[in-house]
């Protein structure tokens, strides 16, 4: 199997699945030409044509809006927000309509759409091209959400995502993109949104996470197991929304201590609802209290670099927490 | 009204295009909606109902736009008062009654929603919400929809010109412009947002936004139906022909309290109510076409019986009908099985 | 002391507040004249003017964005939403700017600023007039969100909110505007925000909540008392940004057994970071797991009466789950 | 650039109430602005800085339009290209050289945001965050409060053309002509968003967009900073005057790359650039001075030594300051005592 840079398996989704269904489209800011900021895009208006990898407007309102319009016409869009900082002028699009069009409808119009939207720090970037969203869009029913970690996972969620007969999110970590390479099959496959996956498996302590902290994990798990014996069990959520709550509790189960960790700051985060799952339904099983290694909250990270470093989880904080709690 | 046209004894409607039986068809529809929309109120006031909003005096313009469209090819995005609009396309007094009572068979939302939240796949009407002039960017994407895969079909929404302060008037219009889409924007400038009268929510004229989107903006007066027809089926042609979207201004005036739940004399006078019930321009089509020897009033106690007749039966259909079942109340929150949604 | 209607206490607080302070003024849609929709601004405008009851365009992030640049200007705005289903069209205003203007400029602009809007259902107002948009807004830093579920609370709080140097999101419940009455002081007086307040005491379990379901919970632990001998120690968190820990971890430290409770649906709710504060710091206290009582995971509540009913919490479900969590 | 006006021997600039000597510095700090602008690309390429995001060409209509403007009473809400405007307000380069290096010193933001986001209470400048348009309503706000209290101050705001088409545009432009507040809107339209050309972002004219909210817009030509003196002079007055907002749309060329990490040549030409960076009115404006005897090659390169001094000064202090502590890295998110804020 071909080594793909996350990025790469991003853009070889979208071309594929375009190939594939000429319903799907790319829609954004930049998104033609210059084949967005990142690059995420780039080929697939020489490929596709102007009306389907579509420079528009700068209003992400209407991004959202025209997609939704546009899907329940019976299209597969894929709109992408330049950073997800900058996807906030979209919220009512995406709270109020594409989560509510199915069940306000009673099942008569839907809204298979996606929204890729850029997360996470560590490209100096400062407080708006840093931030993570999730906790802003998490709890909203009727909208899904999924946070790649691997290139692997970044291509079949996609395609399951585009697939999708609802609204996704799919929340990609620009960290990731030129970071991270692994295995992708050259055709198709999906990986199921709402399943989590094993990254690692150990029997001293569960570490539950998305995105990219999961590397910094198992960086630390590595030299705990070299140098401490300590074998981390590390479960990728994949899917936030809905959580796998069988993966969540399987590996629980597996060890008796949780660390739960994503870049997002930690009060109202992902983490939360993980811990409160885990309270309502394992409580017994547990041998030291749930811990939560997260972004501080502060309301985004400065562009400085110690004021980033700072800020941002990185292998060797996970090590520490990791470490305490397996001696707890 | 009165009729022009240079030939003699050409009608204002045949100078249009409308044929005769058209004209009426589009004066009974204009009285179906006045006459579910009193019913309504009545029931709202009887305690039958928890709520109603009303379009009255609208339903004339929201009647003869649809007279332009193409029914079988274009998509509709309707606002809370387009009574006149839906029963045009085909939405049954019965099925305005089922929502009306927030019963399972309303095919909007099998009476999940307020009562005037209109939707219906089959008839090409998008299911709407209640946060204003979030239908606006969708209607552009159906327009977008349209023109990549080559479609003839032309979207039209409609909206308040209190909403029309949203940023989605703004985003939505400036994209279609871009584009060139098949839009039709109109604006029902009633003169009121609830309570604010139009002097405080704009300083401009609504019509006029359209020149700095690239587009033609047209105000048209609301009693005058013939005349809203004519402009939409303008504003239809050109979006056929690829020449981009229109926006209509609409100048009308909301008769009635912004809803059942709103005491309108609070904020404005019963005599600037008056005046403007006066102006209703469903008695004076209804002359217009006594005129012109196409209706008599044999016709019209015919017609008010036989509405009288169905809006009873509606009525006592969906005050009867059941509710959703428990079981199905917290349904379709994410399709059943991955097979849904993969249509069209 | 005189017994107040919450809207009441509401209006009485903005009216004393604008009498002490000229810079205070409210502005929203149809605030003026029509005295809001509920009527919660009725006579403003007579007493304080055109401009200090100010009817605004309809445009909520403009009556954010506005209200936001009054208040780096110096003045004392306090927002209106119509609903608060109505505020997501500002959620960009809210989260990006009002939220970040302190941290960003680092102190030397701040941004002193109230939104109000009505939460929650009951009222037959369908899926977008009901919405407790809680979780959209919690766990952003930068915010402080209140949620008074008493008159007594709704006037001290918005006292002390519109005095707070910093955003405030003040969610009142539409239910209890007219259903709920205490006692409530003439005079200056303020609810310190971030402090939760014991509603009612007892040894058996621990409600912690917000809004409008504590009114259920003290008629169902009432009748718990009578009927089962069981006593509910009732936390009512006041302000759900920042939580206040220590009175969480008092309350759950006296019983041992909790169920929280709310009307935002559960996931992702402010449940979810009471359990994992709880589950982080008292596992060992604990007699029951944690349990939570909220809305269901669906867009929004239905119209239709028995919809609406089986959608909302009452006395009865309740008392169901707090004689459930006694006798566990 | 050529002279104008009935009365021989009048320059364009007196004729429009400026003296020689304000015409100077004017141009002292469209000079200022150029030369920050290319140290600061030079630093980037040279790998001491990680951003920079560029003005050039644009400064001369900012830094006429702050002569218009009442440096005392008058809010500012620049955006990210503004720094003509800036050091027309009186922030230093030593400043803006502490914000590039993300210093603690940055009176901006102490280094926690990126460059070009402006903002000091001491010079009336008002932050500004990277979510585009944001600052319009601010600045809408900024004018509601002076009306209520009787300032006579105005608040003006800067955008590019692309980031006109926000919601947040339209709120705040109907916002404020619904009111007749103190606002001057100022688009800067330089042709790109990005990789987006204006034809891709709107069909019609930035400036026409203010007939649809009942106040004047007006399009002008960057290149000829007189003019814009002049039209925001008008402008100013009409605020001050109770006449309401003004739309300025202030036509230019961004002749860089959109920020240093932007490769423009995958979506525009070469040929295309250089045509533009030929009309700049930096060197036109100063041959106008020098034709009227106000300025000469000795004087050029006196300031240009000057300007190189305070320039390596300001990087080397820029260079050499330290970050925020991290102690200090995650204050302020709220107020840390009760009396914070309460001033004003
Ligand atoms: C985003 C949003 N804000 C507020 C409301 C509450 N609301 C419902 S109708 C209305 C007034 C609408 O006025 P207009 O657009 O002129 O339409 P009209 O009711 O006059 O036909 C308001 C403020 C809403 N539904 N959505
Ligand atoms: C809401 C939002 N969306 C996207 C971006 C990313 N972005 C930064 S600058 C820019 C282009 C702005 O173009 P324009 O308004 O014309 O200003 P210019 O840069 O040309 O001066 C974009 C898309 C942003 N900052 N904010
Ligand atoms: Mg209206
Ligand atoms: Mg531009």
Redesign the interface.
């Known amino acids: 199997m071909p080594v793909m840079e996350y990025i790469e398996a991003i853009r070889t989704a979208m071309k594929d699945e375009m190939e594939r269904d000429s ?1 799907v ?1 790319v829609l954004g ?2 998104v ?4 967005g ?1 990142f690059g995420t895009t780039k080929g697939l208006q020489q490929q596709f044509g102007e ?2 990898s579509l ?8 991004i ?12 597969r ?1 894929i709109a992408e927000m330049q950073y997800s ?2 996807m ?2 979209a ?3 995406i ?3 594409a ?12 809204c ?1 759409l996606v929204i890729r939207a850029p997360i996470g720090g560590g490209v ?6 840093s931030q993570c969203p999730e ?8 909208l ?1 959400i999924v946070a790649p970690s691997t290139a692997y996972d970044a291509k079949g969620l996609l395609l399951a995502a585009i ?4 609204p996704v999110l799919f929340f990609e970590n620009k960290k990731c993109y030129r970071l991270i390479s692994d295995e992708v099959p050259e055709g198709d496959y999906t990986v199921p949104i709402g399943k989590s996956k094993v990254m690692r498996e150990g029997d001293d302590i569960t570490v539950i996470g998305y995105s990219m902290p999961l590397h910094f994990a198992m960086q630390a798990a590595e030299e705990l197991s070299r140098e401490e014996g300590v074998e981390a069990h590390i479960l990728d959520l994949r899917t936030i ?1 809905p ?1 796998d709550r069988e993966g969540i509790l399987e590996a629980v189960s597996r060890t008796g201590k949780v660390l739960i960790v994503h870049e997002d ?1 930690k ?7 993980v ?2 799952i ?4 394992l ?2 099983d ?1 041998d ?5 290694l997260c972004g ?5 990270m ?6 980033e470093k ?2 941002l989880l990185n292998k060797d904080k996970l090590k520490a927490a990791m470490l305490d709690l397996a001696r707890f | 009204m009165t009729q022009t046209g240079s030939v003699k004894n050409v009608s204002r409607h045949a100078a249009l295009g409308l044929s005769d039986e058209r004209a009426v068809q589009m004066y009974e529809k204009m009285l179906l909606a006045r006459k579910f929309d009193e019913r309504a109120q009545l029931l709202q006031r009887a305690g039958k109902v928890n709520f109603h909003i009303s379009g009255i005096t609208q339903e004339p313009s929201q009647v003869a736009m649809t007279f332009a469209m193409d029914l079988e090819k274009d ?1 509709f995005l309707p606002y809370y008062r387009d009574y006149g609009l839906v029963l045009s396309l085909g939405m049954t007094v019965k099925e305005l009654m089922l929502s009306l009572f927030a019963k399972e068979e309303d ?4 009476g ?2 307020m009562p005037g ?1 209109f ?3 089959r008839l090409r009407i ?2 709407g ?1 209640s ?1 204003v002039t ?1 239908q ?13 895969r080559g479609e003839s079909s032309v979207s039209l929404v409609s909206f308040g010109e209190g909403s029309s302060n949203q ?2 008037f ?3 219009c ?2 279609a412009g ?1 584009m060139k889409l098949p839009v039709i924007f109109v604006c029902q400038n009633n003169g009121y947002a609830i309570s604010v009268p139009f002097r405080k929510q704009s300083a401009g004229r609504i019509a006029d936004r359209a020149i700095g989107y690239g587009f033609p903006g047209i105000r048209v007066d609301g009693n005058d139906p013939l005349e809203v027809y004519r402009v939409f089926r303008e504003a239809h042609e050109r979006a056929l022909a690829g020449e981009g979207p229109t926006l209509i201004e609409i100048m009308t005036y909301r008769v009635t309290p912004h809803s059942t739940s709103d005491n309108d004399l609070a904020y404005r006078t019963k005599d600037e109510v008056d005046e403007h019930k006066a102006l209703d321009s469903l008695p004076v089509f209804r002359q217009y076409l006594t005129d012109l020897g196409l209706w008599s009033d044999e016709q019209e106690n015919e017609l008010l019986a036989r509405m009288r007749r169905e809006i009873d039966e509606a009525t006592q259909y969906g005050e009867n009908a059941p509710f ?1 079942a428990i079981e199905d109340a917290f ?5 059943e099985n ?7």
């Not at chain 1, 697939?163 to 609802?166: A, F, K, M």
């Not at chain 1, 885990?278 to 339904?281: A, G």
């Open positions: 319903r489209f800011e930049d033609g030409l210059k084949g900021v009306m389907r420079d528009t407007p700068l209003a992400e309102s209407a959202a809006g025209v997609a939704i319009g546009a899907a329940m016409a019976g299209m869009p900082d900058f906030f002028p919220t009512n699009q709270i109020s309509e989560a509510k069009i199915r069940y306000r409808s009673n099942n008569d119009w839907d298979p100096f970037g400062g407080l708006y091209h906790s802003v869009f998490f709890g909203t029913p009727g899904k697939r999708d007969p609802d929304q959580l700051n009060t109202g985060g992902v983490g939360a609802e811990a409160a885990i309270s309502e339904e409580l017994y547990l030291a209290p749930i811990r939560r501080p909250d502060v309301p985004a400065p562009i400085n670099p110690p004021g700072h800020f | 998509w095919p909007n939302s099998a999940r929603q939240h939707g219906s796949k998008v299911t919400s946060p979030t606006v960017p969708h209607a552009v994407g159906f327009a977008l929809a349209a023109k990549m940023g989605d703004h985003e939505g400036n994209f871009v959703q349904r379709h929150v994410y399709a991955a097979d849904e949604g993969k249509g069209q």
